[in-house]
């Protein structure tokens, strides 16, 4: 062998043995998680952290690929003028020579006390100083920041949950969002089990396995940052249109893996529903940067519609062999009330160049269509209104009923705005009620219910509420698996404040293990605040 080639030979052994990372770590090593924060991090109160913290847990989860190190001391605040700074503890000196390749950033719980509260209006800066720290060390580790857990202490000097609420979590989310580092919103994920809290603070080791659990599946759904954006659990911000004001959407993932969402849109100036016209498609692939596909239909391109146009009301799409299919509610005559017809355009394309092709025949007169199909591929069609909700087969050629709709029993005030999914072998009928809010002046604040069935057309057990109220009058959604994870989509009136200027929303939607739906946390609900 010339020399030449035995250092080529070398050089391959070398690589063979020892691919390196980009950070130059040999890739046999185990990613580096350090876990900074408080008492909750270092699982003060729990029978022995080293087993029960939610770090020792995660690691448990994670498995011998991961090494997780807890550098948690009780009693610390993010605030450098705390009366426990985390800055100036030993821990955080060994967090930073750690040589990281993830940290997460656990504190604010003790900056809620009365005694650190005062100094809030510093929070955002030192916690942005606390992210730097780690972001300028060598190894340049990607950071996920927490948000404080719920605190059910009465004392309101004390780790408060009203201050944690308003104050932390929403500077904690500001300054992650300046230093354009994830966040984890874990302060929803205790809030109904205050009896895994038995001190009102200190989650035991069953709570610690939730808090682990969530960083466990938001670590193994995105292994890498999914963005450059900032993230809050890999969503972009609700609401997550903004150029525009949608309503109604309607949420399918494709063949081509993209989420679509296809959504009705409110005019502006606000006109009012009767005004509403065209239809928007949005897409993602990672829950945070939207494409809006533009316009995909208006009424003028509706052959049978009403002459007057406007009535575009809450679609739904579908899609087979090759075909997609867009159902679209809108009225043929002047007198809507008995002229709704179910309108289908088709395309090739998910979100461009729809045709209209005709209506549904025999659809009762009413609006909102929901198309689900089952996995044996039989496709069912939903609408509804005035307390009335109607369910039947479609034929295989999408555009035909397959015998009568009909009427679903077991809802309870119904309203409309009906959508059907699956999970685990059981049908869901999710909808919008009735609801007055004699909290808010007796006005309507419809909040969304929930069905279950052993059979797509029911009969249906009612379940719940599954979303509360938003800002707006009208609530409406739908629900979708995507790359593991459920999401509710619904919208709210958040940046307009007037009930028909909406946008769309979406939220982590979570099943209990009996199959029971847990009531959406919805992320920016502090418009609320303005009641
Ligand atoms: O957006 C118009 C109508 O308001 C929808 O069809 C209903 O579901 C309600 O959201």
Known sequence: MNLKRIITFVIVCVLATMTLTAKGRKSKEPVRITCIGA??????TTADPSRDSYPAQLQRMLGNTYAVSNYGVSGCTMLKKGDSPYWNTEAYQNALASDPDIVFIDLGGNDSKAVNRVHMDEFVKDACEMIASFQNLPSKPRIIVL???VSFVEDPDGIYDAVINRLVAPKTIDAADRMRVEVLDMHPILKRHPELMPDCIHPNAEGSEMMAKKMYEYLTAWPEKPSDHMTIDAMANNPFITHLYTADPSAHVWDDGRLYVYASHDIFPPRGCDYMDRYHVFSTDNMID????????????????RREGGYMWAPDCAYKDGTYYFYFPHPSGTNTGPTWKIGIATSKEPAANFTV????EGVPSFIDPCVFMDDDGQVYLYNGGGGKCYGGRLKDNMVELDGPMVEMEGLYDFHEGTWVHKYNGNYYLTYPDNFIDPSRGNKQYNRMHYAMSKSPLGPWEYKGIMLEETDCDTSHGSIVEYKGQWYMFYHNCAL????NLRSICVDRLYYNEDGTIQIVEQRNRSFLDRY
Do not use: F, K
Not at 39 to 44: H, L, M, R, V, Y
Not at 357 to 360: F, L, V
Not at 496 to 499: L, N, P
């Open 290 to 305: 939207w494409t809006d596909h533009g316009e995909i239909l208006h009424s003028g391109q509706v052959p049978w519609g």
């Open 357 to 360: 092709q005709g209506y549904i």
């Open 496 to 499: 307009s404040g007037r009930g």
């Open 147 to 149: 948000t404080p857990i």
């Open 39 to 44: 008492s909750i991090t270092e699982g003060a």
